[in-house]
Every structure is written in structure tokens, then in C-alpha cells.
């Protein structure tokens, strides 16, 4: 098992250094960096000054290996807006982010484990059939226009909830997190009731129900511990997706996380905070990805990973 | 896979031996005979998402031959005009701030949002299944180079990517066409490895290299016709994925820029003005939303005529089922 873990940790090492590299060189092959780390309004001087303090005059190797090496020390610069360490700024908005996104998906699995069951149990039925139609709608809503229609509904209209902002009162997070479960929660009730549906056809379902056991136990006990492995394959895909609505939501609503730290610095053309905040992503991604294949085998002995 | 099973050939070969199971050859060979088409009107939905793109054609091939200058033409008088008939029909959608009436602008962002969701899922359907079939019928050190090289796209967020290289690069159209292109490349290649890999093993693919067939040939004519419905089914979802990725970009304002319209930033610009007039940003939203889902219900229909075990619940009509 631990040999496993190592492995995949190499995997997702490389992946990163692919990343890392192809981030360093595309900066430097397309363009002077100097133009794109500084404001579009910086003068000669500025540039010049720029070059040489961030060692930009030397051979591209050189700069390679010492941007390799600060990035190794965790220095990733720092921010050319803030003046702080960028990485300190990712850190700082990291909570934010995983706050939301894990409540979120915790809402989805739940509710999309729930509905796709019940459309599961008669396929083809009305309730299937309503159900199998709002999620292929909740699918296909582009996030970023339902956040805006909610807000002029619930906050401008009706007056109920806050336009945008930040804080524990949980009326900031009401609309924020509604529109962020919309996309998963179609495209994971779609997984579900495709999953559910093969297995409440199985045997062991038929033998539970020959046994007497109640409707609820064999669906949400029994089958759906079955059923769960290919929705947790989709459910860690969709939160990678969810980075995609975060960066959105984020934005639209205001929330100092690392979606719109992310934007604010490319938007401002900052480059070592877009770097850091990358990184610091796709790190938590690889882990994610690491964490959900452990999950197989604690659900499913027959998976052993060597 | 396959479309249509040809079982009035197996009718002729065995002669009937009772009536009964004659006629009930008859009424298989008839019902799997139905054309495509008829395969869409018994599905409600599919057939409501065709007539939606139907119109949509007809917005990107026509709007812009009769509309285009009235989509910029700046009109002071109807500034922020609500929908409605009060300004003329041009007008039936509302205006924006400028009095630039909605409807030609939606019809001109239409053209434009289209094609770049279009060119780009096009050159991800070529570029993935061409690197997919090297992956799977050549493999070896290329096949995994090419794997692990979509690894690291895939597991990597979409938004993401097209994000550092649109900041990297400039956000032009060829671009974002690239980009987004790159970004879906991955599961076009999955999916052609995964089929060639099976397709490859057999016996026909045998016969056609005792042959004498090369590679390119083999794949040509042997795998890539058997490949295509899956990727067909593909492409329509991804055709929402691309659309809803576009406009995302678009609306942060690093994708298409102005004075250039797409659904997306007519999204973004009527954001300003939603407590004055919500149509701006409402109604272009709406139109993404019909088009996505209208891509999505197309494919889902796709996928029941293409298989097998489901396709005879549309073959099926509501009063045979029920006798």
C-alpha cells in the first residue's frame, strides 16, 4: 500500500514538473517576461531595472535553475501588486476555497446519491423521466448566468440575501454554494442512476428483498454502497470541475478565495501570484486524485493496489 | 455500435417454418427498419433541441448578411428600451445602454459564440482521435507518452489552463480556439485508445493485415468507421461543455474581446446594468442555456438510437407498448 501511495506520488511529481516547466518556458519563449511581469505602462527604465534585479539578463538555463531552486525553497516571488510572498497569499485564501468546495460536493453527493436512487427504482417512470430532464438542465446552465439571475432575484428583488461578500452569517454562502452544486449535482445524478440501475437488477438485491428487507435498507444500504464506485470516479472529476465554477463564483460573489485571487492577479499581470496559486492547485488536485484511489479499496476489497 | 441490424437478410436465408413466427419475423424486420428521422419525432425533446438549432443556423448564416450593422448601430433614443414592441421589432428583446437593439446583437454573438465552440471541438475530435489511434494501435514508448501527456491535461481544471495560456498568449480567437481545443483533447483520446485497442484485436483487422493492409490503411478503413458514432455522441457533449467554457472566459473577460459580441460577454456587459435592465444579461444567458441543454438532449438521444439494448423504447410507440 505504502509503495503505492509512493508511486502515485512520483506520478503526480512528474505531472507537476511537466507543469512547472511548461508554465516557466512558455513565459519566456513567447515574449520578453519583463512585459508581462511588469504593467503595460512601465517605461524603459522600469524594464531595465526589472531585468537585471530579477536576474532577466542572464542565460535562460541559468534562470531556469534558480527558478527552480527558490521554488523548491517555496519561493515563488513576491507579489508584484502586494509586495508580500505570494505563497503566503495563496495560503491565505486556500481556507476559503476548500471551506466551499467541500461543503458543496457534500451537498451533491448526498443529494444526487438521494434523487438518482429514487429515479433508479423505476426507470422510465414519471419521476424518472422529471428527474433524468432537471438534471441534464442542471447540467447545462452556465453558472455564472444563474448566479447573476439569483442575485437580481434573491438579493435586488426580494431583498433576501446579499448581493456578494464574505463572512460567517450563512446567508453569504446561501446563494454561492447554490449555484456552485448546480453543474455536479446533474452531471452526478446522471452517474448515479445509470449505477443504480445495474445494480438493483443484481442478484444480492433480489436476496435481500426474498429475505423481507424493507425498500429504503436494500436501495440506500445495500445497493448504493454497491453503486458507489463509479459515483465517487465522477464525483472527483467534478471537483476538479468545480475549480472551473469556483473561479466564477468566486468572482461574482466576492469570496476572497483562490478563484479570485487567481483572476485579480491575472487581471493585474501578476505573474509569481498566478504561478504560486497554480501550483499550490494542482498540488491539492494530485492529492485529491491520490485520496479518492484509496477510497476504492476501503469500499471495495477486491481492489488492491500494488 | 453498429446502426442498423439487417435481419430481413436471416428472414430470407431460413425459410419461415410456421406462420406465426413468420409474422413475428415481419413485425422485428419492420420496426428496425424506421429511418433516423422517425427516431426523432417519437422523442419530444431531441426533436425540440433539433428545431433549436435549426433557428440557430439560420441566426449565424442569416443574421449577419441583413442584421450586422444594426447590431452596432447606436440608437440614443432607445436607450435601455425593455423588451417588448414599444421600439420596433428590432427592439422586441430590449436594448442596451447605447440603444443597441438585443435581438440582431444575439443573433450576430450567435455566429461567433457557434463557431468557436464548433471550430474548436472539430480540431479536439482531430487532434484526440488521431493521437488516440496512434496510442492504441502503435503504443509502445509513443502510446505512453501520448497517455501520460493527457494525464496531465485532464487532471488539470479546464478554466485553469486556457487562464495561464490566454495570459501568457493574447486573448485572440485563434487562441481560444486552441486552447479550448487542448483542454478536450483528452477525452477524444481515451476514448478512440480504449476503442482501437479493443477493435484491433479483431478477426477482420487479422484478415486485413494478412492482406497485406499498412497502418494507415487498416486504421482508415477498418477501425475509424467503428469508432465514429462513439465519438459522434462525444461531440455533442462536448459541444455544451466548449459553448458553457467559452462563455465563462468570455465573461471574465479574458476570452473574446469587445467590440466583438459573444453570448458570454453580452452576458458580462449587462452584468453593470442588471438593476436597470435585467434583459441585457438575462436573455443571452437564456440562449446559452437553450443551447447547451438543446446539445446535451441531442446527445442523449444519440446515444439511445446507437445502442442496442435501448433503441426499442423509441422504436416502440406509446399505443404498441400498451395494447
Known amino acids: 500500500m505504502l509503495r503505492y501511495i509512493g508511486k502515485r506520488a512520483l506520478q503526480s511529481a512528474i505531472g507537476l514538473s511537466v507543469l512547472i516547466i511548461a508554465v516557466f518556458f512558455l513565459a519566456r519563449l513567447t515574449g520578453d517576461p519583463a512585459k508581462l511581469l511588469l504593467p503595460i505602462n512601465a517605461d524603459q527604465a522600469l524594464i531595465d531595472e526589472f531585468r537585471a534585479r530579477e536576474g532577466l539578463d542572464r542565460p535562460v538555463i541559468e534562470q531556469f535553475g534558480v527558478y527552480i531552486w527558490n521554488v523548491l525553497h517555496g519561493d515563488f516571488g513576491a507579489s508584484l501588486r502586494r509586495h508580500r510572498p505570494a505563497l503566503d497569499m495563496v495560503l491565505e485564501a486556500y481556507?476559503?476555497?476548500?471551506?466551499?468546495?467541500?461543503?458543496?460536493?457534500?451537498?451533491?453527493?448526498?443529494?444526487?446519491?438521494?434523487?438518482?436512487?429514487?429515479?433508479?427504482?423505476?426507470?422510465?417512470?414519471?419521476?424518472?423521466?422529471?428527474?433524468?430532464?432537471?438534471?441534464?438542465?442542471?447540467?447545462?446552465?452556465?453558472?455564472?448566468?444563474?448566479?447573476?439571475?439569483?442575485?437580481?432575484?434573491?438579493?435586488?428583488?426580494?431583498?433576501?440575501?446579499p448581493t456578494s461578500g464574505y463572512g460567517s452569517d450563512i446567508r453569504f454562502w446561501l446563494l454561492p454554494l447554490g449555484v456552485l452544486v448546480l453543474r455536479p449535482f446533474g452531471m452526478l445524478v446522471q452517474v448515479v442512476r445509470?449505477?443504480?440501475?445495474?445494480?438493483?437488477?443484481?442478484?444480492?438485491?433480489?436476496?435481500?428483498?426474498?429475505?423481507?428487507?424493507?425498500?429504503?435498507?436494500?436501495?440506500?444500504?445495500?445497493?448504493?454502497?454497491?453503486?458507489?464506485?463509479?459515483?465517487?470516479?465522477?464525483?472527483?472529476?467534478?471537483?476538479?470541475?468545480?475549480?472551473?465554477?469556483?473561479?466564477?463564483?468566486?468572482?461574482?460573489?466576492?469570496?476572497?478565495?483562490?478563484?479570485?485571487?487567481?483572476?485579480?492577479?491575472?487581471?493585474?499581470?501578476?505573474?509569481?501570484?498566478?504561478?504560486?496559486?497554480?501550483?499550490?492547485?494542482?498540488?491539492?488536485?494530485?492529492?485529491?486524485?491520490i485520496l479518492v484511489d484509496l477510497a476504492y479499496v476501503a469500499l471495495d476489497p477486491r481492489i488492491r493496489h500494488r | 455500435m453498429s446502426h442498423l441490424i439487417p435481419v430481413s437478410d436471416t428472414a430470407e436465408v431460413q425459410p419461415a417454418e410456421t406462420v406465426a413466427a413468420a409474422?413475428?419475423?415481419?413485425?422485428?424486420?419492420?420496426?428496425?427498419?424506421?429511418?433516423?428521422?422517425r427516431l426523432l419525432l417519437r422523442d419530444k425533446f431531441a426533436m425540440a433541441s433539433v428545431i433549436w438549432f435549426v433557428i440557430l443556423l439560420a441566426f449565424v448564416f442569416l443574421g449577419p448578411l441583413f442584421l450586422s450593422e444594426k447590431a452596432t448601430a447606436v440608437n440614443l433614443a432607445a436607450r435601455n428600451a425593455p423588451p417588448g414592441f414599444s421600439h420596433g421589432f428590432l427592439n422586441i428583446l430590449g436594448a442596451d445602454p447605447l440603444g443597441r437593439p438585443l435581438l440582431p446583437r444575439l443573433?450576430?454573438?450567435?455566429?461567433?459564440?457557434?463557431?468557436?465552440?464548433?471550430?474548436?471541438?472539430?480540431?479536439?475530435?482531430?487532434?484526440?482521435?488521431?493521437?488516440?489511434m496512434i496510442a492504441g494501435y502503435v503504443g509502445g514508448i509513443i502510446g505512453n507518452l501520448i497517455m501520460r501527456l493527457a494525464d496531465v491535461i485532464s487532471s488539470f481544471p479546464s478554466l485553469l489552463l486556457a487562464l495561464i495560456v490566454l495570459y501568457i498568449l493574447e486573448p485572440h480567437v485563434m487562441n481560444l480556439v486552441l486552447v479550448l481545443a487542448i483542454t478536450r483533447t483528452s477525452i477524444y483520446l481515451r476514448v478512440t485508445r480504449a476503442e482501437v485497442l479493443e477493435i484491433r484485436e479483431r478477426a477482420f483487422v487479422d484478415a486485413s493485415r494478412a492482406l497485406g493492409g499498412g497502418a494507415p490503411h487498416i486504421l482508415r478503413r477498418h477501425i475509424a468507421p467503428l469508432v465514429a458514432p462513439t465519438l459522434g455522441t462525444i461531440v455533442t457533449v462536448d459541444f455544451a461543455a466548449v459553448m458553457l467554457a467559452e462563455s465563462a472566459l468570455s465573461f471574465l473577460g479574458i476570452g473574446i474581446q469587445p467590440p466583438e459580441i459573444t453570448w458570454g460577454l453580452m452576458v458580462a456587459q449587462g452584468r453593470n446594468y442588471l438593476t436597470q435592465a435585467w434583459w441585457l444579461a438575462?436573455?443571452?444567458?437564456?440562449?446559452?442555456?437553450?443551447?447547451?441543454?438543446?446539445?446535451?438532449?441531442?446527445?442523449?438521444w444519440l446515444r439511445i438510437i446507437n445502442d442496442p439494448a435501448q433503441r426499442w423504447r423509441l422504436e416502440i410507440s406509446r399505443k404498441e407498448a400498451k395494447p
Open chain 2, 282 to 300: 438575462f436573455v443571452p444567458g437564456a440562449a446559452i442555456m437553450l443551447t447547451t441543454l438543446s446539445a446535451n438532449l441531442i446527445s442523449s
Open chain 1, 95 to 161: 481556507p476559503v476555497t476548500l471551506q466551499l468546495a467541500f461543503t458543496a460536493m457534500a451537498l451533491v453527493l448526498v443529494s444526487a446519491s438521494l434523487v438518482g436512487s429514487v429515479a433508479a427504482y423505476r426507470p422510465g417512470s414519471a419521476v424518472d423521466r422529471t428527474v433524468t430532464v432537471s438534471s441534464l438542465i442542471s447540467a447545462s446552465v452556465p453558472d455564472f448566468w444563474v448566479a447573476i439571475s439569483a442575485i437580481l432575484l434573491f438579493a435586488v428583488t426580494l431583498q433576501w440575501l
Open chain 2, 23 to 37: 409474422e413475428l419475423q415481419e413485425s422485428v424486420r419492420v420496426r428496425r427498419h424506421l429511418p433516423w428521422w
Open chain 1, 194 to 289: 445509470a449505477s443504480m440501475i445495474a445494480t438493483l437488477s443484481s442478484a444480492f438485491v433480489r436476496t435481500a428483498r426474498i429475505k423481507g428487507m424493507s425498500e429504503g435498507r436494500i436501495i440506500y444500504v445495500h445497493a448504493l454502497r454497491n453503486a458507489l464506485l463509479p459515483i465517487i470516479t465522477v464525483a472527483a472529476d467534478q471537483t476538479v470541475g468545480m475549480i472551473n465554477g469556483l473561479v466564477i463564483i468566486e468572482t461574482i460573489f466576492g469570496f476572497p478565495g483562490i478563484g479570485k485571487l487567481m483572476i485579480d492577479a491575472v487581471m493585474a499581470r501578476d505573474f509569481p501570484v498566478v504561478q504560486a496559486s497554480i501550483l499550490v492547485t494542482a498540488i491539492a488536485i494530485f492529492t485529491l486524485f
Open chain 2, 107 to 132: 443573433m450576430v454573438g450567435a455566429r461567433n459564440t457557434l463557431a468557436i465552440a464548433f471550430s474548436s471541438v472539430i480540431c479536439a475530435l482531430v487532434l484526440g482521435s488521431f493521437l488516440g
